[in-house]
């Protein structure tokens, strides 16, 4: 053997060469690995005893015992990528104009600080409804994870309020926080703001809303809203076969993802020459609002509606309910689209309503979080990174089976009607009984009470 290689480098690269090849010639094999012959026959029949090789007249091939630890490492791997799947959602289809056709550029904070923990500031636009619950949920979830990494981390609510959140952002970098994570409740409000610290070397990553053009962030971390309006709105005009009346339900003015989910699906419904298009006041998310507004238009049209496009499962929640306290039989309640949160899926599934949604993921915050401690770290990071979720649908429409999950298996019946989809936070997470440790919180309690948040 040669004194520049020990008998466990050369094992590690005879498997290795093996594992590309799948087998090969002891003559070749040593050559490539720079064994003498004598060295290498010893080391591959000292292998073949333990079963990690197998020698022939075909030439040297995995044993046993490596093809059984192959084969597990395969399956491991697998599970793997189904667990990021399932925390993270799928990988966004390719739809003509919803998606950029080039990679998103990088980016690169300004400075970088050389220090081994960190403080991180969030500032989350407010705590009105399930999904900003889950969203706080999962970034407090990752900052566990980067415990060793951090000196503090602060969340502040601004309650909807543009100009107390831009006070809360510039009271956290005065308390020393090295970069912040936002959920802005007006992104152009803040755009003087972020641009004043990045110029400072701040990283701030924008998460959930953002998007303004020319708006300064080091990353914005969201879930493609226009594929989102175009996806759902392609199902629903294909449920009511591309005729009838529409009613649109939608979100917020300043929230760019209500704004991209219902510019996209008005370009896919206008389509439609036989599709008359209803639009309501927005909603702010509330599925109060949601209900008067639908309750309005069923007392204008009757029967009249054919279907009904959500921006959201806020939406979805409130409208639904309307036509079932207007006595709407169970199945001639007309499609719906707009999911996230539990109670749309129980109310469909239950009332046999057609519905489709595409959710949109809290798991984004996980994401925002680690974009966020790895810019701290002077790395490179996407400077728009999209999370995606698979199409969710009840069943019949003509939707592919393996394109879909059913909306009857997505359906949580032992879960809160507020539990929200999609925050990569497990199976088991539901908002009452999460606790989470990370420096910074209280008595492992979320930062984001649950008083006065409604589903």
């Known amino acids: ?76 791997q697998e599970n793997e990528e189904k667990r990021q799947r399932a925390l993270f959602g799928e990988h966004a289809p390719a739809l003509p104009g919803a998606l950029p056709a080039e990679p998103p550029p990088l980016a690169r904070p300004a400075r970088i600080k050389r220090r081994r923990r ?28 980067h415990f060793e990494d951090l000196d503090a981390v602060t969340v ?15 009271q956290m970098v005065a308390d020393g926080a090295d970069g912040v994570l936002v959920s802005a409740v007006s992104p152009r409000r803040l755009a003087p703001l972020t641009e004043e610290l990045i110029a400072a070397g701040k990283p701030v990553v924008l998460v959930d809303r953002g998007g303004v053009p020319d708006m300064a962030c080091t990353s914005f971390v969201t879930s493609n809203n226009c594929a989102i309006g175009q996806v759902t709105a392609e199902w629903l005009a294909h449920r009511i076969k591309g005729r009838g009346r529409v009613l649109m339900l939608w979100g917020h003015v300043d929230a760019e993802a209500s704004q991209s989910r219902d510019a996209a699906a008005r370009r896919v419904l206008s389509s439609y020459p036989d599709i008359q298009v209803v639009t309501t006041d927005a909603t702010n998310f509330d599925r109060d609002a949601a209900y008067v507004a639908t309750a309005a238009a069923i007392e204008r049209f009757g029967s009249g509606i054919a279907g009904v496009w959500c921006d959201s499962g806020l939406n979805s929640v409130g409208s639904i309910a309307a ?21 749309s899926y129980k109310l469909a599934v239950g009332s046999r309503v057609p519905l489709a949604s595409v959710d949109y993921p809290p798991a984004m915050g996980i994401r925002a979080f680690s974009v966020l401690m790895a810019a701290l ?60 440790n990370y420096p910074g919180n209280l008595r492992n309690r979320s930062a984001a009470s649950r008083q006065d948040v409604g589903a």
Request: contains cysteine.
């Open 1 to 76: 053997m040669s004194s520049q290689r020990n008998g466990v480098d050369a094992a590690m690269d005879l498997m290795a060469a093996l594992v590309k090849h799948g087998r090969g010639s002891g003559v070749e094999l040593a050559a490539q690995l720079g064994v003498p012959r004598a060295s290498f026959y010893r080391l591959t029949r000292l292998m073949e005893r333990y079963g990690i090789v197998r020698c022939g007249r075909d030439g040297i091939a995995p044993g046993t015992l490596a093809r059984t630890m192959l084969k597990a490492h395969k399956v491991a």
């Open 118 to 145: 960190f403080r991180i500031g969030f500032a989350n636009r407010g705590l009105t409804n399930a999904w900003q619950v889950a969203l706080v949920h999962s970034i407090e979830f990752a900052a566990s994870r």
């Open 156 to 170: 502040m609510h601004a309650n909807d309020d543009a100009r107390l959140q831009e006070e809360q952002i510039r």
């Open 323 to 343: 036509f079932l306290d207007a006595k709407f039989d169970v199945g001639r309640i007309p499609p719906h689209t707009g999911g996230d949160i539990n109670l």
């Open 377 to 436: 770290r002077g790395a490179a990071v996407p400077a728009y990174l999209d999370v995606w979720s698979r199409l969710v649908a009840t069943r019949g429409g003509n939707v592919p089976d393996g394109h879909v999950v059913w909306a009857d298996q997505r359906v949580r019946w032992d879960m809160p009607d507020d539990l929200v989809f999609g925050t990569g936070l497990g199976p088991t997470y539901t908002p009452e009984a999460f606790r989470v």
